[in-house]
C-alpha cells in the first residue's frame, strides 16, 4: 500500500525550514514587471543541495524564466505528480503597509509579507519537502513547476503549454497552489483584459455637433456591453456551482478628454470579461469588438474620415473545469483526507492551461485565502502553512 511523501527531517524541523525559505522567497521582489531570475538561482541551488536537477525556459529577453524540476524519476522521463505555482507578485505601489512588504514578518499566527498567501507560501511548503525528499524511495515521481508573469496574463505557464504537452502518458496530475483555504477545487471561471481606444479630431467645443466624440462613442460600447450583461444575467447560460452563475463584463477604466470646451481627440475603455466554464470569452469580446469597429465607428467616420477605433486584447487566462469524479481528483481528495465537496471559484488559476489546454487532470489546492491576496500587508496563516506541509507529504508516492 503506497504511503507518503519520504521526508529526511523531523516535522518541527521541516516546519521551520518551511518558513526560513518563506523568509527567502519573500525577500526577492519578483513584482511581475521586474526579472524573477535571482528567486530562480535561489531556487535552484536549494533543490541541487538535494540532487534535484532544474530546467529552466526563458522568455525571450533572458530576463525571466519557468523553472521545471522533477525528483525521483531518475531517467525514466516521468513527471508523476506535479506541484504548480508562479513566482511573480503584484505591486505594493498605492498600499499602505505597516512595514517593509519585502521582508518576512511572522507573528504567533500569520506570515506577512508580498505573496505569502499569492503563493509564495505554497512554494515554500514544495521545498521544504523537495530539499529534504528521500528521492530513492519515491515510486512516483514529484515534479515542481514555476512560472512566471501570471499576475498579467498567464504568460509563463502558457509558454509551457507545449513543454507539458510532450508529458502524455508520464504524469499523473498537478495540483496548482493557489489559496484556497486549502479547499480542493474543481473548476473556475476564465478571464481576460482588453482595451479600446477611440480616437478622432480635437476641436473646439462650438464644432462639436460636426466632430465625432470619443468618449460618446466610447460610452455607446459601455452600453452595449452592458446590454450583453443583462443578457447573461436573465438568460444565461447559466452554471449553478458558480455564487454568480454566469458571465459579465465589467468596465475597468475610461480616460479620455481634456476640458468640456474641447472636443476629446480620443478615449480609452479598458474592460475584463469573466466568463463560465463553456461560454468562451473569445465570443463575448468578438461581439464587442465587432459593435465597436463596425457600428460606432461607421457612426464616427460619417463625421471624420480620421476617425478611428482599435480593439486589443491585453491577457487571457481560460476558464477550469474537471469532472468531480475524476480519478485524480479522488486521489488529492483521499490522500487530504478531506470530506468536503469539491469547490468552484471565482478567481483565475493556470488550471485552464495546464487542464484546458495541455490535458494534465489538475485541482486548485492552496493556503491562505484569496481575500488576502493582493493587499496590504497580505498574510497567510501559520496554521494553513502546517496543514499544506500535512497534505502535501500525505500524497501516496513510496
Known sequence: MPSGIPIRSAANDLYSHMLEILERLVGFDTTSHKSNLELIGYIRDLLAGNGITSELHWNE????????????????????????????????????????PFTLRVTESVAIGRG???????????????????????????????????????????????????WEGRVKGCIVGEPTGLAVVVGHKGKQNHRITFK????????????????????????????????????GPHDDRFDIGHSWINVGRVDGGVKPNIVPEDCVVEFEVRNIPG???????TEIGRFATADVLTDMRTRSALAEV???????TPSFAIDPAHEF????????????AP????????????????????????????????????????????????????????
Request: aromatic residues 6%; contains cysteine.
Open 61 to 100: 529577453e533572458r530576463t525571466k524564466a519557468n523553472l521545471v524540476a522533477t525528483a525521483g524519476a531518475g531517467d525514466s522521463g516521468e513527471r508523476g505528480v506535479v506541484w504548480s505555482a508562479h513566482t511573480d507578485v503584484v505591486p505594493v505601489d498605492g498600499q499602505s503597509w505597516s512595514a517593509d
Open 116 to 166: 505569502t498567501a499569492d503563493m509564495k507560501g505554497f512554494i515554500a511548503c514544495c521545498l521544504a519537502i523537495l530539499s529534504r525528499v528521500d528521492q530513492d524511495r519515491l515510486a512516483t515521481p514529484l515534479t515542481l513547476m514555476l512560472t512566471y508573469e501570471e499576475e498579467v496574463g498567464c504568460v509563463g505557464a502558457r509558454r509551457l503549454v507545449e513543454e507539458m504537452r510532450t
Open 200 to 235: 478622432g479630431e480635437p476641436k473646439h467645443a462650438a464644432l462639436a455637433p460636426l466632430m465625432p466624440n470619443p468618449i460618446a462613442a466610447a460610452a455607446a460600447v459601455i452600453g452595449h456591453a452592458q446590454s450583453l450583461n443583462e443578457t447573461f444575467r436573465s438568460e
Open 279 to 285: 461560454h468562451e470569452c473569445d465570443g463575448i469580446a
Open 310 to 316: 482599435r480593439p486589443e486584447q491585453l491577457s487571457d
Open 329 to 340: 481528483v479522488t486521489f488529492v481528495r483521499e490522500a487530504f483526507g478531506t470530506k468536503d
Open 343 to 398: 469547490r468552484f471559484v471565482p478567481f483565475g488559476t493556470e488550471a485552464g492551461l495546464i487542464w484546458g489546454r495541455a490535458g494534465i487532470p489538475t485541482v486548485v489546492c492552496g493556503p491562505g485565502a484569496i481575500t488576502e491576496a493582493h493587499t496590504a500587508d497580505e498574510f497567510v496563516s501559520l496554521d494553513q502553512l502546517k496543514q499544506c506541509l500535512q497534505y502535501l507529504q500525505s500524497l501516496p508516492l513510496t
